[in-house]
């Protein structure tokens, strides 16, 4: 206020001294020296009267400014006192040097000086950068109540601002995000087969009674949908408590039907974490379809980027109708005729199984008079019998072609099929699969979370002893007569042979079948016989592997080599195989170098133990009784993750049923 009168005083003296010299200048022009000398006087007088005023305003304006200063100063102190949220200077040693009252109110209190930040906020989070421990932002619990710190570095101070109304809107927004499932009667179809109308009726009734009381018990929202399948509505809360129990329902409709000769199963798709419906829909049909491509029996959950499985405990039902066989074929065939070439390729380190099934499928594209071509990276132990005898037969061996031969001959028509695996992170040549949008999988591996979804055929069935039996049944639809050679028919029944471990595992029905359409086709079994050879020094070797077997919650064999011994993953499955059969050997596993440079896991049970979810959580897959991983490190820190997992498994729902 005193600048502004100031400024407005000496604005007007301004004017009147102004006008004054103009005065002054008129009149000496006019030679009037009386008005002049006023003129003078005037002006001296007007410059002492500006003097004075200024100076009496430098007092004012002190005054002024020692007045507002004080004020400042009490203000500032009772907003600091008044702050809804605390503040804290700390020193070098993280010791409160100052604080605001609040702190005494949200810490209860009488001193906070002198005290570490870590006693007095356990929960406050720190970096560690080179020598130094920097204080991050963090949500910390103090009481009833949670806090965010903002620390300020370089001023060593940290603010804490009450969000507790914040973090329980966010929470309960997150606990009521709608989740989408559908439940599946697996094998409803072949169960009910021989069921009159009402033995059907009586026992679909007797099940959907039962998961409607567990849906009611578990608040949850189910709508039928078609006599095998129904729609579920929840909300992330309720998903939260359901996977606590491990989906129990799995276990209790199987024992539900356990009298019937096989028991039903269900399989449950559930997709959560996403705001879009529609999506969320969609999402809960793939992850139904993941169950089910995993055998069924089990819960695929979707949340976000995260999938979980639970369940899976029994082996995939073998279907008994070869009508999606026929359907497969034909739409295999029609796929093939429609390209200019095809293009066949395994896993990398490819088994009998994997070049028997590619065997089947180029003497099916041969039939149908259409170039084809297998890729074969190179030769390991596992198939080195086998490919000597291909060798032999230069027709057949002229058709496998090097990667780097299938990318030169690789169109934009040209079908693409993958056998024996479904991950393209697995397959021999990943370009390939770039080269052309006609992508076929056909394997009889469970499904895992990475998958080819842009193929264009799919025939995946969990329950087959191996991917040989899958594409001998396919032959049969593909044309109306195919003419084997004795050795095509041999090594599709050797890949039989191998993973059925001369038909004692995994065996159906079909199995024997597509093994007994083989065998009237000219296949060998005495040329098998000898592809499976082994000599004495690898029998000894694997002599020297089982003597480091341990045993492990009274069931669990686990063999770890030695280091710096290399051994191939057909070794050390070779191992674990021949641990089942030893007493009370119920799950094998066997850790060991690979001559990659990787360590390799080998897993085998016997059915009452899923291998398959072991392996996964180790980055690997598999079978219920037949899994396998790939690690990076040491022998000793791959022994400590697969007991860790196993220990995991054990506290939430048991190895062994």
């Not at 398959?612 to 180790?618: A, F, P, S, T, Y």
Request: charged share 25%; glycine share 6%.
């Amino acid at each position: 206020m005193p600048k502004y009168l100031f400024q407005r005083w000496h604005g007007y003296h301004m004017v009147w001294a102004f006008i004054v010299m103009l005065v002054m200048i008129v009149a000496l022009a006019w030679h009037n020296w009386v008005l002049g000398v006023a003129g003078l006087i005037l002006i001296a007088i007007l410059v002492i009267l500006a003097w004075h005023a200024e100076k009496n305003f430098r007092k004012d304006m002190n005054e002024y400014i020692a007045t507002l200063t004080y004020r400042v100063k009490r203000t500032g102190n009772d907003v600091i006192n008044e702050l809804p949220f605390g503040v804290v200077l700390y020193d070098e040693d993280k010791q409160v040097e100052w604080h605001n009252p609040y702190m005494l109110q949200m810490l209860e209190r009488e001193s906070l000086i002198g005290v570490s930040l870590k006693e007095l906020v356990p929960g406050l989070q720190f970096q560690k950068e080179k020598d130094k421990e920097r204080i991050v932002q963090s949500e910390v619990a103090i009481g009833d109540r949670i806090f965010l710190t903002v620390p300020k570095q370089e001023e060593r101070l940290i603010y804490f601002q009450d969000v507790t109304d914040y973090v329980t809107l966010r929470r309960r927004y997150e606990a009521e995000k709608l989740v989408i499932g559908i439940v599946m009667l697996d094998n409803l179809d072949e169960l009910t087969q021989g069921l009159d109308d009402q033995q059907r009726a009586a026992l679909l009734s007797r099940v959907t009674n039962h998961i409607t009381e567990w849906a009611h018990d578990h608040q949850i929202y189910m709508k039928r949908l078609t006599s095998d399948r129904y729609l579920i509505l929840l909300d992330h809360e309720l998903l939260k408590e359901i996977e606590m129990t491990r989906f129990v329902i799995l276990d209790e409709v199987r024992e539900l039907t356990v009298d019937n000769k096989l028991p039903l199963t269900l399989s449950i798709g559930i997709a959560a974490g996403i705001d879009n419906i529609i999506e969320l829909g969609q999402l809960a049909q793939s992850s139904l379809d993941i169950a089910l491509g995993r055998g069924g029996d089990q819960v695929a959950v979707r949340e976000g980027q995260r999938l979980s499985f639970y369940g899976g405990k029994s082996n995939a039902v073998e279907k008994r109708t070869r009508v999606r066989v026929r359907v497969i074929a034909h739409a295999l065939r029609d796929f093939m005729q429609a390209s200019d070439k095809v293009i066949i390729m395994g896993h990398r380190m490819p088994d009998m199984d994997s070049v028997g099934a590619a065997i089947g499928l180029l003497k099916a594209a041969q039939a149908l008079q259409v170039e084809a071509y297998i890729v074969l990276e190179g030769v390991n132990p596992s198939i080195d019998r086998m490919i000597g005898y291909i060798k032999q037969n230069d027709a057949l061996w002229e058709q496998f072609i090097t990667p780097e031969q299938a990318v030169q001959k690789m169109t934009a028509n040209t079908l693409a099929i993958v056998v024996d695996t479904h991950k393209a992170s697995m397959v021999k040549e990943p370009r390939l699969l770039q080269l052309t949008n006609r992508v076929v999988v056909i394997d009889h591996h469970r499904r895992g979370e990475e998958f080819l979804q842009d193929a264009v055929l799919i025939y995946m069935e969990p329950y087959a002893s191996s991917t040989c039996e899958l594409v001998t049944e396919l032959l049969q639809y593909i044309h109306d007569r195919i003419i084997f050679q004795p050795l095509e028919a041999t090594v599709l029944l050797a890949g039989i042979t191998v993973d059925t471990k001369n038909f004692s595992m995994r065996t159906g029905s079909r199995t024997f079948e597509a093994a007994g359409f083989l065998r009237r086709n000219g296949a060998d079994t005495i040329m098998i016989q000898n592809m499976l050879k082994e000599n004495l020094k690898e029998y000894i070797a694997k002599a020297e592997v089982m003597r480091l077997t341990q045993m492990l919650y009274g069931h669990i064999a686990v063999a770890v080599t030695e280091p710096e011994r290399k051994f191939s993953q057909l070794m050390i499955a070779q191992v674990a195989d021949t641990l089942l059969t030893m007493n009370d050997v119920l799950a094998s596993f066997v850790i060991s170098e690979r001559p990659d440079g990787h360590i390799g896991i080998s897993a085998r049970s016997l059915g009452q133990m899923n291998v398959q979810v072991v392996m996964e959580r180790l980055g690997g897959g598999g079978h219920l009784t037949n899994a396998a991983a790939q690690l990076d490190g040491t022998l000793a820190e791959a022994e400590a993750k697969l007991k860790r997992v196993l220990a995991e498994i054990d506290a939430e729902e048991g190895l062994f049923e």
